[in-house]
């Protein structure tokens, strides 16, 4: 008999926020001895989703990690490190002041780190097993990379399975992928039939993703301008045009998702110039959000122009 039913909602197509749903799941399992359930629920930063669904909150506990703080009552454990996780510095105060089940530093690489701590020093749960899962998501997550050619490299089973987590991330393989990395290394995992009879195509399309990007990009100064619009890119284009210019500051990226247009903003850490701005709060002001070195807004498919013109705003903002 299940004691307590436990909802997971995590930021999807993201391998930091798949990864925080396993660790939260030890950790939960961990507090106490009773039956627990667990659901899982694939959120993304879409102009259609602003905060999770209270519906979907429909557990005994719900707990968001890795995503957008949502104002619900029923929410019972939080778990962020997005800078623009919050309206505001009174909505943040009120929602930490409430519960001593949210945490939040945006100084962490991941949120899967901060799950791990927080586990560890607040609850004394041992994540040892776990440590090179860890060690990826924070890697990944923090784009810990020695360069831009290091970012993009697909030859180790963990940057395979978090290229197929990035394009196939929803509920379905979120649950299913969190059972298994509870169970086996991420190597493992990785490597299984599963994951790499999703990862060929992908393979197989990232050429032709680079292919796009390389096309279509255009330099402003310091920044990359890439315009993808017409089509959704099949492969990852995270980090590429860091490898094509190498010596510019930040990238602008104009993307189309299947549902929403894409801005995705980011600093080129591997430029040795130094970041003027704060990418989170300049993707904040626009309805998105994300960390002082990279971030995104999202807009819907009937907002072509008014994406194009904003794309072309933040070039010149951090051209200045």
């Known amino acids: ?50 905060f999770v669904p209270d519906r979907w909150l429909n557990g005994d506990e719900n707990a968001v990690v890795d995503f957008r703080y949502t104002p619900s009552e029923r929410l019972t454990w939080y778990f962020d490190h ?6 505001s510095d009174q909505q943040r105060d009120e929602a930490l002041g409430r519960s001593k089940r949210f945490f939040y530093e945006p100084t962490y690489g991941s949120c899967t780190k901060l799950i791990v701590e927080v586990g560890q020093n607040r609850y004394g749960i041992n994540f040892d097993r776990f440590t090179e899962l860890i060690r990826w998501a924070d890697q990944i997550d923090s784009a810990d990379f020695e360069s831009a050619e290091q970012a993009i490299d697909r030859s180790h089973p963990a940057m395979q399975l978090a290229a197929v987590v990035e394009q196939k991330g929803d509920a379905g393989l979120l649950k299913d992928l969190v059972a298994k990395l509870l169970e086996s290394p991420v190597e493992d995992v990785a490597e299984s039939d599963e994951i790499q009879q999703l990862w060929q195509p992908l393979k197989t399309a990232r050429q032709t993703a680079h292919d796009r990007i390389e096309r279509s990009l255009t330099r402003e100064s310091n920044v990359v301008f890439v315009d993808l619009h017409e089509a959704p890119l099949e492969g990852s284009g995270k980090f590429v045009a860091y490898s094509m210019v190498p010596d510019c500051a930040y990238s602008v990226s104009l993307l189309r998702m299947r549902q929403h247009f894409k801005l995705s903003i980011g600093y080129n850490p591997w430029s040795n110039k130094p970041r003027g701005h704060d990418i989170g709060a300049i993707c904040q002001r626009h309805g998105g959000g994300g960390h002082p ?18 794309a072309r705003k933040i070039v010149a903002e951090l051209n200045r």
Do not use: N, W
């Open 1 to 50: 008999m299940v004691d307590r039913k436990v909802v997971v909602a995590a930021h999807g197509h993201c391998f930091d926020g798949l990864v925080s749903a396993a660790m939260f799941t030890h950790l939960r399992r961990r507090i106490d001895r009773r039956s627990l359930a667990f659901s899982y629920r694939s959120c993304g930063y879409g102009p259609k989703l602003r």
């Open 293 to 310: 070195v990279v971030g995104a807004i999202s807009m819907s498919l009937d907002q072509l122009d008014e994406a194009r013109a904003l």
């Open 82 to 87: 997005h800078a623009t996780a919050f309206d």
